[in-house]
Each structure stands twice: as structure tokens, then as C-alpha cells.
């Protein structure tokens, strides 16, 4: 199967930094990437498609501003965490669509990021 | 954001026993849902999915149903294991984009 790498795999950050976590397909290559987050003991919450070299589409109550989508190549995707705050504290995951090959739109995860902001 | 679950419900059963997990989706327009399987600090894991043309399909010792009717997904998992214990999500595929279930938390009793 595809490989998708997430970093960092965890960060500590205080309120009001902010966070970039890194997306990347390692041996294929994905027009479309998406990403989730995920509370404690709760189900993966769909935040954003991002679409290479056009702007992402945020789900209904996701802050675009909060939360920045650059997808600037089509092995890698970045989510921005902008001013972080405790609220914030989350697993964000990424996924990555196959554009060609053996399992052409097929998913793949990432392994997440866990976020905590102090 | 869609799919907001509550508080994961949980199913305990004894190491060499069948696991069913249950999914109720919501969209008619989904015509693709798979299970995913999580352990604790990963990503999501593919299991097995299943194409609306079809109510059933089986793995190695996996088999989910789909029955449209109802609107309802289901996970039978044959000689559970421990290794089995992990969370599990449906997810359905509206529109290209992958929205997933509340889950269920698998406890496997050796």
C-alpha cells in the first residue's frame, strides 16, 4: 500500500502560536488530500479538502482563517493551525487520494499529528 | 464540520467469539463505504469496503453488509482476537469526499 507521513507526529505549543503540520505522499502522487481532526474517544471530524494548486474547501463551521490549507504540490499538503488555542488541542489526520497506478482513488492515512496547545 | 460523534460506544467479546459492529449512514447519495480500523494514537486503517451494487462482502475473517433499505453497515468479524481491539468506523463516500460514523470501541476479553 501508499504511504502517507504526517510531522511532527506531536507538538506542544503555548496560546497564540501557531502550528504547521505537514501532509506527504511519499510514493505516489495525490491531486486531492483531506484532512480530519479528532477529539478524545470521538469519530474523525472531515475539516477541509485540499485540492493541489487551488484553494481548499472547508466543511460547514471549519474557520478558513484558523485553519490554513496550502497544497502546493502533489505530494504535499500543510494544515496551519493560526493563534492556537487550548480548544485547539486535537489529533489532526491527514489523507491523500491516489491520482494513478494500482490503486487509483484509493485513500491512504496519514498516522496524525496530536496538537496540544498550553 | 459533518459527522460530530458522541462519546465512542463500546462491544466486549471473548477472545475466539464473532464480533458484529453496527453503522447507521446517513447520505442516499453514497454509493461506496468502507471500515476502518484504529488503534489508539493512529491513523484510521483500511479493512474492507463495499460498493453499493453489492449487500455483502468477505475478507479474511471480515465480512461487512450493507443493506440500503435501512440505510445500515455492518462488520462481522469471525474468531476475534485480541489483536483485534481497536476502534471502528464506517464511512460512507458522498460526493469524492470520505465522512466517517461515530465508531465503535472493540474489547477483546482473552
Known amino acids: 500500500g501508499a504511504v502517507v507521513s504526517q510531522h511532527p507526529s506531536w507538538v506542544i505549543c503555548k496560546s497564540g502560536t501557531s502550528v504547521k503540520i505537514e501532509c506527504r505522499s511519499l510514493?505516489?502522487?495525490?491531486?486531492?488530500m483531506f484532512w480530519y481532526r479528532q477529539f478524545p474517544k470521538q469519530s474523525l471530524m472531515l475539516m477541509a479538502t485540499s485540492n493541489e494548486g487551488s484553494k481548499a474547501t472547508y466543511e460547514q463551521g471549519v474557520e478558513k482563517d484558523k485553519f490554513l490549507i496550502n497544497h502546493a504540490s502533489l505530494t504535499l499538503s500543510t494544515l496551519t493551525v493560526t493563534s492556537a488555542h487550548p480548544e485547539d488541542s486535537s489529533f489532526y489526520i491527514c489523507?491523500?487520494?491516489?491520482?494513478?497506478?494500482?490503486?487509483?482513488?484509493?485513500?491512504?492515512f496519514g498516522e496524525g499529528s496530536r496538537l496540544t496547545v498550553l | 464540520g459533518e459527522s460530530v460523534g458522541l462519546h465512542l460506544p463500546t462491544l466486549s467479546v471473548q477472545e475466539g467469539d464473532n464480533s458484529i459492529i453496527n453503522c447507521a449512514y446517513s447520505?442516499?447519495?453514497?454509493?461506496?463505504f468502507i471500515w476502518y480500523k484504529q488503534e489508539s494514537g493512529k491513523g484510521p486503517q483500511f479493512i474492507i469496503d463495499?460498493?453499493?451494487?453489492?449487500d455483502k462482502r468477505q475478507g479474511q475473517r471480515v465480512t461487512v453488509l450493507l443493506n440500503k433499505t435501512v440505510k445500515h453497515l455492518s462488520l462481522q468479524i469471525a474468531a476475534t482476537q485480541p489483536g483485534d481491539s481497536a476502534v471502528y468506523f464506517c464511512a460512507e463516500n458522498p460526493g469524492g469526499k470520505l465522512i466517517f460514523g461515530q465508531g465503535t470501541e472493540l474489547s477483546v476479553k482473552p
Open positions: 489523507s491523500a487520494r491516489i491520482l494513478a497506478g494500482a490503486y487509483t482513488g484509493e485513500l491512504f
Open positions: 510514493d505516489f502522487q495525490a491531486t486531492t
Open positions: 447520505n442516499s447519495a453514497s454509493d461506496y
Open positions: 463495499i460498493r453499493s451494487n453489492m
